[in-house]
């Protein structure tokens, strides 16, 4: 089953899987640490993504409350979802208007050994 | 202006910009060691990613004659000639179907500062 790599360069902002999926993590479980830890990536790396996605959007991706009880929290905006929304939509549009594409690729590839077998 | 990155995982095998665009060198130079140069790349490691691209295909990619009067030649094939024109169809329906999807990623972008000075 072939899959696709997306990475938009925009003007002033990379957007790729990494991002949308700590975006989507973010939002399930309500805190940045959460969600780095969530994808083996340190609380700084996490950070430093998120601050990234701010710095090149009019609007903040991720809204957080500093300590605080509970040690504050992180919650998604509307433009973090818009960028979730949007990344997916272009992924399967691609895979929709491609498929004939992917297809005439697929049917070049080698013969793979562990379907031949049939164990 | 927005530019995608595309990379597709099939069965076997990646392929991405990097190789699409060492192929057409190759069909343009007629030579595997001058589309490496072309693209600052070694002659082995260009060697590698046609060899990585051979391998993962039913039929090779390019075919080359070494040594003889010139010093050989390469030819891309038919099969490559297909994965070239593919891989860029999918490229530009991911473009035509997501057009939506980009513009409205595009509209969340921050301000550009030289673009707003008028300069």
């Given at each position: 089953?072939?899959?696709?790599?997306?990475?938009?360069?925009l003007d002033g902002l990379m957007l790729?899987?990494?991002?949308?999926?700590?975006?989507?993590?973010?939002?399930?479980?309500?805190?940045?640490?959460?969600?780095?830890?969530?994808?083996?990536?340190?609380?700084?790396?996490?950070?430093?993504?998120?601050?990234e996605m701010n710095a090149g959007l009019?609007?903040?991706?991720?809204?957080?409350?500093?300590?605080?009880?509970?040690?504050?929290?992180?919650?998604?905006?509307?433009?973090?979802?818009?960028?979730?929304?949007?990344?997916?939509?272009?992924?399967?549009?691609?895979?929709?208007?491609?498929?004939?594409?992917?297809?005439?690729?697929?049917?070049?590839?080698?013969?793979?050994?562990?379907?031949?077998?049939?164990?």
């Amino acid at each position: 089953m072939t899959r696709l790599f997306l990475r938009l360069f925009l003007d002033g902002l990379m957007l790729g899987p990494g991002k949308i999926e700590l975006l989507e993590h973010i939002r399930d479980l309500g805190s940045i640490a959460a969600a780095g830890r969530a994808m083996g990536m340190s609380y700084k790396r996490a950070w430093s993504l998120v601050e990234e996605m701010n710095a090149g959007l009019a609007d903040p991706v991720v809204t957080s409350a500093r300590g605080g009880a509970g040690g504050g929290g992180a919650q998604v905006t509307e433009t973090g979802e818009a960028i979730i929304r949007h990344y997916h939509g272009l992924m399967q549009k691609a895979y929709g208007a491609g498929a004939e594409d992917i297809a005439a690729l697929e049917a070049l590839l080698a013969p793979q050994d562990d379907m031949v077998g049939g164990k």
